[in-house]
């Protein structure tokens, strides 16, 4: 079997084996944005016997960490036809991307994944969360909350085009677990294709302003259902991004005042958000985690010293890597709210942890100390509670870019 990637003219059979795998029929219309959203010269393919068997590829992101980005390759369009599944192509397609990420010195891989058991084995950890909430609009009773100055307008796409973008790279910067999105993401994000809405309308946008500046803005859809001429209609609320939670409150008061709704929805949200406290009722919301960003390093040293620390301090880990063993060893990390450097060390390590649980904590989200009682960190209470310290951030890490 043949690990390689794809030219222009082979995109149709590509995204055939993830039609066949995925089980939908893609459309011509798509395929031409499809190929300029995809990265060629990352994409990977394995070829049996002339036939596309198996598809990956990946994005290349700056993935925000506290206080910094790390240059962070997303790895996409995993897929291996039925009649070649647990045969090893996968693990194919993962060595021949961390190959990819090693010569390209990117120090970590990402992913979203479509089940959450795939991803342990190549070494990722859950590094972010995604909350999907919904609740009826009559029950949404807002309490008094910040209040800005500005204004709500609803935008037509062409505006949109200028201010998501501008919008989304400032909230980008302070977030961990955020990933950039270039022209051509954005391009996709915009297409809006008729079979991709799910019975809903196209994308309404709405945007707060103050002092001529934007400082946040909503992209929604609504569903139109009626009964016995009752309106049933249900708002999804797909992105909400904002700079300042005076445009945050604006906008979710924008999206409960609405009428003839029903249920208001959000596609991706953070597990903790400011509406929580600002719901008089909050039990009346409805909302569910699931993994979001699964996170590998690849290069140790590159990727601690890539962040800063809450607290100063020093640990020596030792990192268990079962599938990549050279990218395991021990490392000592010294680290502050000023800077970070993180080298190979022969010191005796104050934590050992496997691949996927660091993965886990680099941005701030996972817990060693939870970890540890899991039996995947062995170190003393000690040096747990420092690493926690140290890798804890004053925001929660949170992506809300599907790729
Ligand atoms: C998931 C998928 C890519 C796995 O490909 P594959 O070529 O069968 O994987 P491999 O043969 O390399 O399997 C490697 C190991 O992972 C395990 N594994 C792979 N997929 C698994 C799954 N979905 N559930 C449980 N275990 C899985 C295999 O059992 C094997 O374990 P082993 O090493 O202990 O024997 C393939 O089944 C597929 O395309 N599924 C549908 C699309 C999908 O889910 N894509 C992932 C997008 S994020």
């Known amino acids: 079997m043949e690990i390689r990637s794809i030219k222009r003219d082979e995109f149709r059979e590509y995204a055939s084996v993830w039609e066949r795998t995925f089980n ?42 506290p206080g910094g980005s790390v240059a962070a390759a997303g790895l996409t ?32 891989s990402i992913l979203r994944a479509s089940e959450s058991l795939i991803y342990s084995r190549f070494g990722y950890g859950v590094s972010t969360l995604d909350a999907r909430w919904k609740i009826r609009k009559a029950e949404a009773v807002l309490l008094p909350g910040p209040e800005g100055n500005g204004s709500i307008s609803m935008i037509d796409v062409e505006r949109a085009r200028t201010v998501l973008p501008e919008v989304y790279a400032s909230a980008a910067r ?40 934007a400082h946040g803005y909503l992209r929604y859809r609504v569903k139109d259902t009626w009964e016995q001429s009752i ?29 003839l709704i029903d249920v208001v929805r959000t596609q991706n949200r953070p597990v903790h958000e400011l509406l929580d406290v600002l719901l008089a009722e909050p039990r009346r919301l409805e909302k569910r985690r699931v993994d979001g960003i699964w996170t590998r390093l690849v290069d140790v040293p590159a990727a601690l010293s890539a962040r800063r620390y809450r607290v100063p301090g020093r640990v020596v880990f ?11 060893g021990r490392f000592a990390l010294e680290g502050s709210l000023d800077g970070a450097s993180c080298e190979p060390t022969g010191e005796e390590p104050d934590l050992i942890v496997d691949a996927g649980a660091l993965g886990a904590c680099y941005i701030g ?31 929660d890490p949170w992506c809300p870019h599907y790729f």
Do not use: C
């Open 174 to 213: 302070s977030t961990p677990g955020f990933l950039s999105r270039n022209e051509s993401i954005w391009k996709h994000a915009f297409l809006d294709l008729e079979h991709w809405r799910g019975g809903f309308t196209s994308n309404r946008f709405v945007v707060y302003e103050e002092q001529g500046r």
């Open 318 to 328: 030792e990192v268990v890597d079962r599938f990549l063993p050279d990218s395991g």
């Open 365 to 395: 989200g996972g817990s060693f100390e939870m970890l540890r009682v899991a039996g995947r960190v062995e170190g003393t209470r000690e040096a747990v509670r420092l690493a926690d310290t140290m890798f804890s951030w004053h925001v």
């Open 231 to 259: 309106p049933k209609n249900e708002v999804l609320a797909a992105e909400l991004m904002a700079l300042t939670p005076e445009a945050e409150m604006a906008l979710w008061r924008f999206v409960f005042s609405m009428d």
């Open 77 to 108: 369009a995993i897929a291996v036809l039925p009649t070649h599944r647990r045969q090893g192509v996968l693990t194919a397609m993962m060595r021949h991307h961390f190959d990819d990420v090693r010569e390209r010195e990117e120090p970590v």
């Open 24 to 65: 939908f029929d893609g459309k011509d219309e798509e395929l031409e944005q499809e190929a300029d959203a995809h990265e060629l010269d990352r994409s990977i393919v394995a070829v049996d016997s002339d036939r596309f068997v198996g598809t990956g590829g990946s994005f290349s992101f700056d993935m925000t960490v």
